[in-house]
C-alpha cells in the first residue's frame, strides 16, 4: 500500500464577499424550480390530464414512469454535456426543456405526444436536479462542501412546498395550458438569469480559492493518490457499488410510485384543492401492514 502523506496548508486570508455562497443560493433557487416542476409537478399533471382527455391511469402514470427515465438517460450524460457546452448553457437548455416539456403535457391530444412531452420534461429537469446541484457547488467548497449542498438542496423540499400548491390553484384558476405557459416562462426567465450572473462565474476568475481560501490556523489535509474510477464491467462487479445502487433504486421507484398517484388518490376525499397543503407536509411513516394492503 502506498503511503498516506500529510501536509500543513499555510494559512489563508478569507478574500472579502466570498462568491460560493452566492452560488448556494443560486442552486437553491435552481432546486426549488427543478423539483418543484419536474419531481412534484408530475402528480398534479398526471390528474389534469386524465380529467381533461379522460384517458387511462395506466397510459398517463406511464407517462409519468417515461419522464424520470428520460431523466435518467440525461443524468448519465451530465458531466460529459458539461465538458461539451458548460454549466450555464445546460442549466439554460434544461430549463427551457422543461418548461416546454409540461406545456407539451397540457396540449397534448394524443398519447405520443403526451409520451414526446415527457420526454423533453424529464430531459430538462434533471439538469436542474441534484446531480446539476452538485455540480455547480463542488468547485467552490472543498470543506464546507456538505454545508454547502445540504443548503441548497433544501430548494427541493421548498419546491414541493410552495410550488405545488401554486400549480394546483392556477390551473384551477387558469386552465393547464396556460398556468404551464406563465410558470414554464417565469422559471426559465429565473434559471437564466442565475446561469449568466451566478453559476458563469468561476472561482479562478474572481480570484478565490475553495471555501474562500479562509483558514485560522494550519489544518492537516490528507494527501493521498487520486482513487482511479472503474470502468463499467469492473464497477458492476463491486459489491459496494451494487448493493448501493439497487437500495438507491429500490427506494426510489417506490417514492416516485406512491408520489405519482398520492394527489389524485387524495382528491376524493379533499376536493380539487384541497390536497395542495397537505402535498407539501411531511407524510406519517406508514406501516408495514398499510403498505402491504395498498393495491
Given at each position: 500500500?502506498?503511503?498516506?502523506?500529510?501536509?500543513?496548508?499555510?494559512?489563508?486570508?478569507?478574500?472579502?464577499?466570498?462568491f460560493?455562497?452566492?452560488?448556494?443560493?443560486?442552486?437553491?433557487?435552481?432546486?426549488?424550480f427543478?423539483w418543484g416542476?419536474?419531481?412534484?409537478?408530475?402528480?398534479?399533471?398526471?390528474?389534469?390530464?386524465?380529467?381533461?382527455?379522460?384517458?387511462?391511469?395506466?397510459?398517463?402514470?406511464s407517462?409519468?414512469?417515461?419522464?424520470?427515465?428520460?431523466?435518467?438517460?440525461?443524468?448519465?450524460?451530465?458531466?460529459?454535456?458539461?465538458?461539451?457546452?458548460?454549466?450555464?448553457?445546460?442549466?439554460?437548455?434544461?430549463?427551457?426543456?422543461?418548461?416546454?416539456?409540461?406545456?407539451?403535457?397540457?396540449l397534448?391530444?394524443?398519447?405520443?405526444?403526451?409520451?414526446?412531452?415527457?420526454?423533453?420534461?424529464?430531459?430538462?429537469?434533471v439538469a436542474?436536479?441534484?446531480?446539476?446541484?452538485?455540480?455547480?457547488?463542488?468547485?467552490?467548497?472543498?470543506?464546507?462542501?456538505?454545508?454547502?449542498?445540504?443548503?441548497?438542496?433544501?430548494?427541493?423540499?421548498?419546491?414541493?412546498?410552495?410550488?405545488?400548491p401554486?400549480?394546483?390553484?392556477?390551473?384551477?384558476?387558469?386552465g393547464?395550458?396556460?398556468?404551464?405557459?406563465?410558470?414554464?416562462?417565469?422559471?426559465?426567465?429565473?434559471?437564466?438569469?442565475?446561469?449568466?450572473a451566478?453559476?458563469?462565474?468561476?472561482?479562478?476568475?474572481?480570484?478565490?480559492?475553495?471555501?474562500?481560501?479562509?483558514?485560522?490556523?494550519?489544518?492537516?489535509?490528507?494527501m493521498?493518490p487520486?482513487p482511479s474510477?472503474?470502468?463499467?464491467?469492473?464497477?458492476?462487479?463491486?459489491?459496494?457499488?451494487?448493493?448501493?445502487?439497487?437500495?438507491?433504486?429500490?427506494?426510489?421507484?417506490?417514492?416516485?410510485?406512491?408520489?405519482?398517484h398520492?394527489?389524485s388518490?387524495?382528491?376524493?376525499?379533499l376536493?380539487?384543492?384541497?390536497?395542495?397543503?397537505?402535498?407539501?407536509?411531511p407524510p406519517?411513516?406508514?406501516?408495514?401492514?398499510?403498505?402491504?394492503?395498498?393495491?
Amino acid at each position: 500500500m502506498r503511503p498516506v502523506v500529510l501536509a500543513m496548508t499555510p494559512p489563508a486570508t478569507a478574500p472579502s464577499g466570498f462568491f460560493g455562497w452566492r452560488v448556494v443560493a443560486g442552486a437553491f433557487v435552481l432546486a426549488t424550480f427543478g423539483w418543484g416542476v419536474g419531481f412534484y409537478g408530475p402528480p398534479v399533471y398526471l390528474h389534469a390530464v386524465q380529467a381533461a382527455r379522460n384517458w387511462p391511469v395506466v397510459l398517463v402514470s406511464s407517462a409519468v414512469t417515461l419522464h424520470f427515465l428520460a431523466g435518467v438517460i440525461v443524468i448519465a450524460n451530465l458531466p460529459a454535456l458539461y465538458r461539451r457546452f458548460g454549466v450555464p448553457a445546460v442549466t439554460k437548455l434544461g430549463a427551457a426543456s422543461l418548461a416546454l416539456g409540461v406545456l407539451g403535457w397540457a396540449l397534448a391530444q394524443e398519447p405520443w405526444q403526451l409520451f414526446l412531452a415527457t420526454v423533453a420534461s424529464g430531459a430538462g429537469w434533471v439538469a436542474m436536479g441534484a446531480a446539476a446541484v452538485n455540480a455547480i457547488i463542488a468547485p467552490w467548497f472543498v470543506r464546507a462542501r456538505p454545508r454547502a449542498l445540504s443548503m441548497a438542496y433544501n430548494g427541493a423540499s421548498v419546491g414541493g412546498i410552495v410550488l405545488t400548491p401554486i400549480w394546483v390553484v392556477t390551473i384551477g384558476w387558469l386552465g393547464f395550458p396556460l398556468a404551464a405557459a406563465l410558470i414554464g416562462l417565469f422559471m426559465t426567465g429565473i434559471v437564466w438569469v442565475l446561469a449568466d450572473a451566478i453559476f458563469a462565474r468561476t472561482p479562478a476568475e474572481l480570484g478565490q480559492a475553495p471555501d474562500g481560501g479562509a483558514a485560522e490556523m494550519p489544518r492537516a489535509v490528507a494527501m493521498s493518490p487520486a482513487p482511479s474510477p472503474l470502468p463499467g464491467s469492473l464497477l458492476w462487479r463491486d459489491r459496494h457499488f451494487v448493493t448501493l445502487a439497487l437500495g438507491m433504486a429500490l427506494s426510489l421507484v417506490a417514492q416516485i410510485g406512491l408520489i405519482a398517484h398520492l394527489f389524485s388518490l387524495l382528491l376524493p376525499a379533499l376536493g380539487d384543492r384541497g390536497p395542495a397543503l397537505p402535498w407539501g407536509l411531511p407524510p406519517p411513516a406508514p406501516s408495514l401492514e398499510a403498505l402491504l394492503s395498498v393495491g
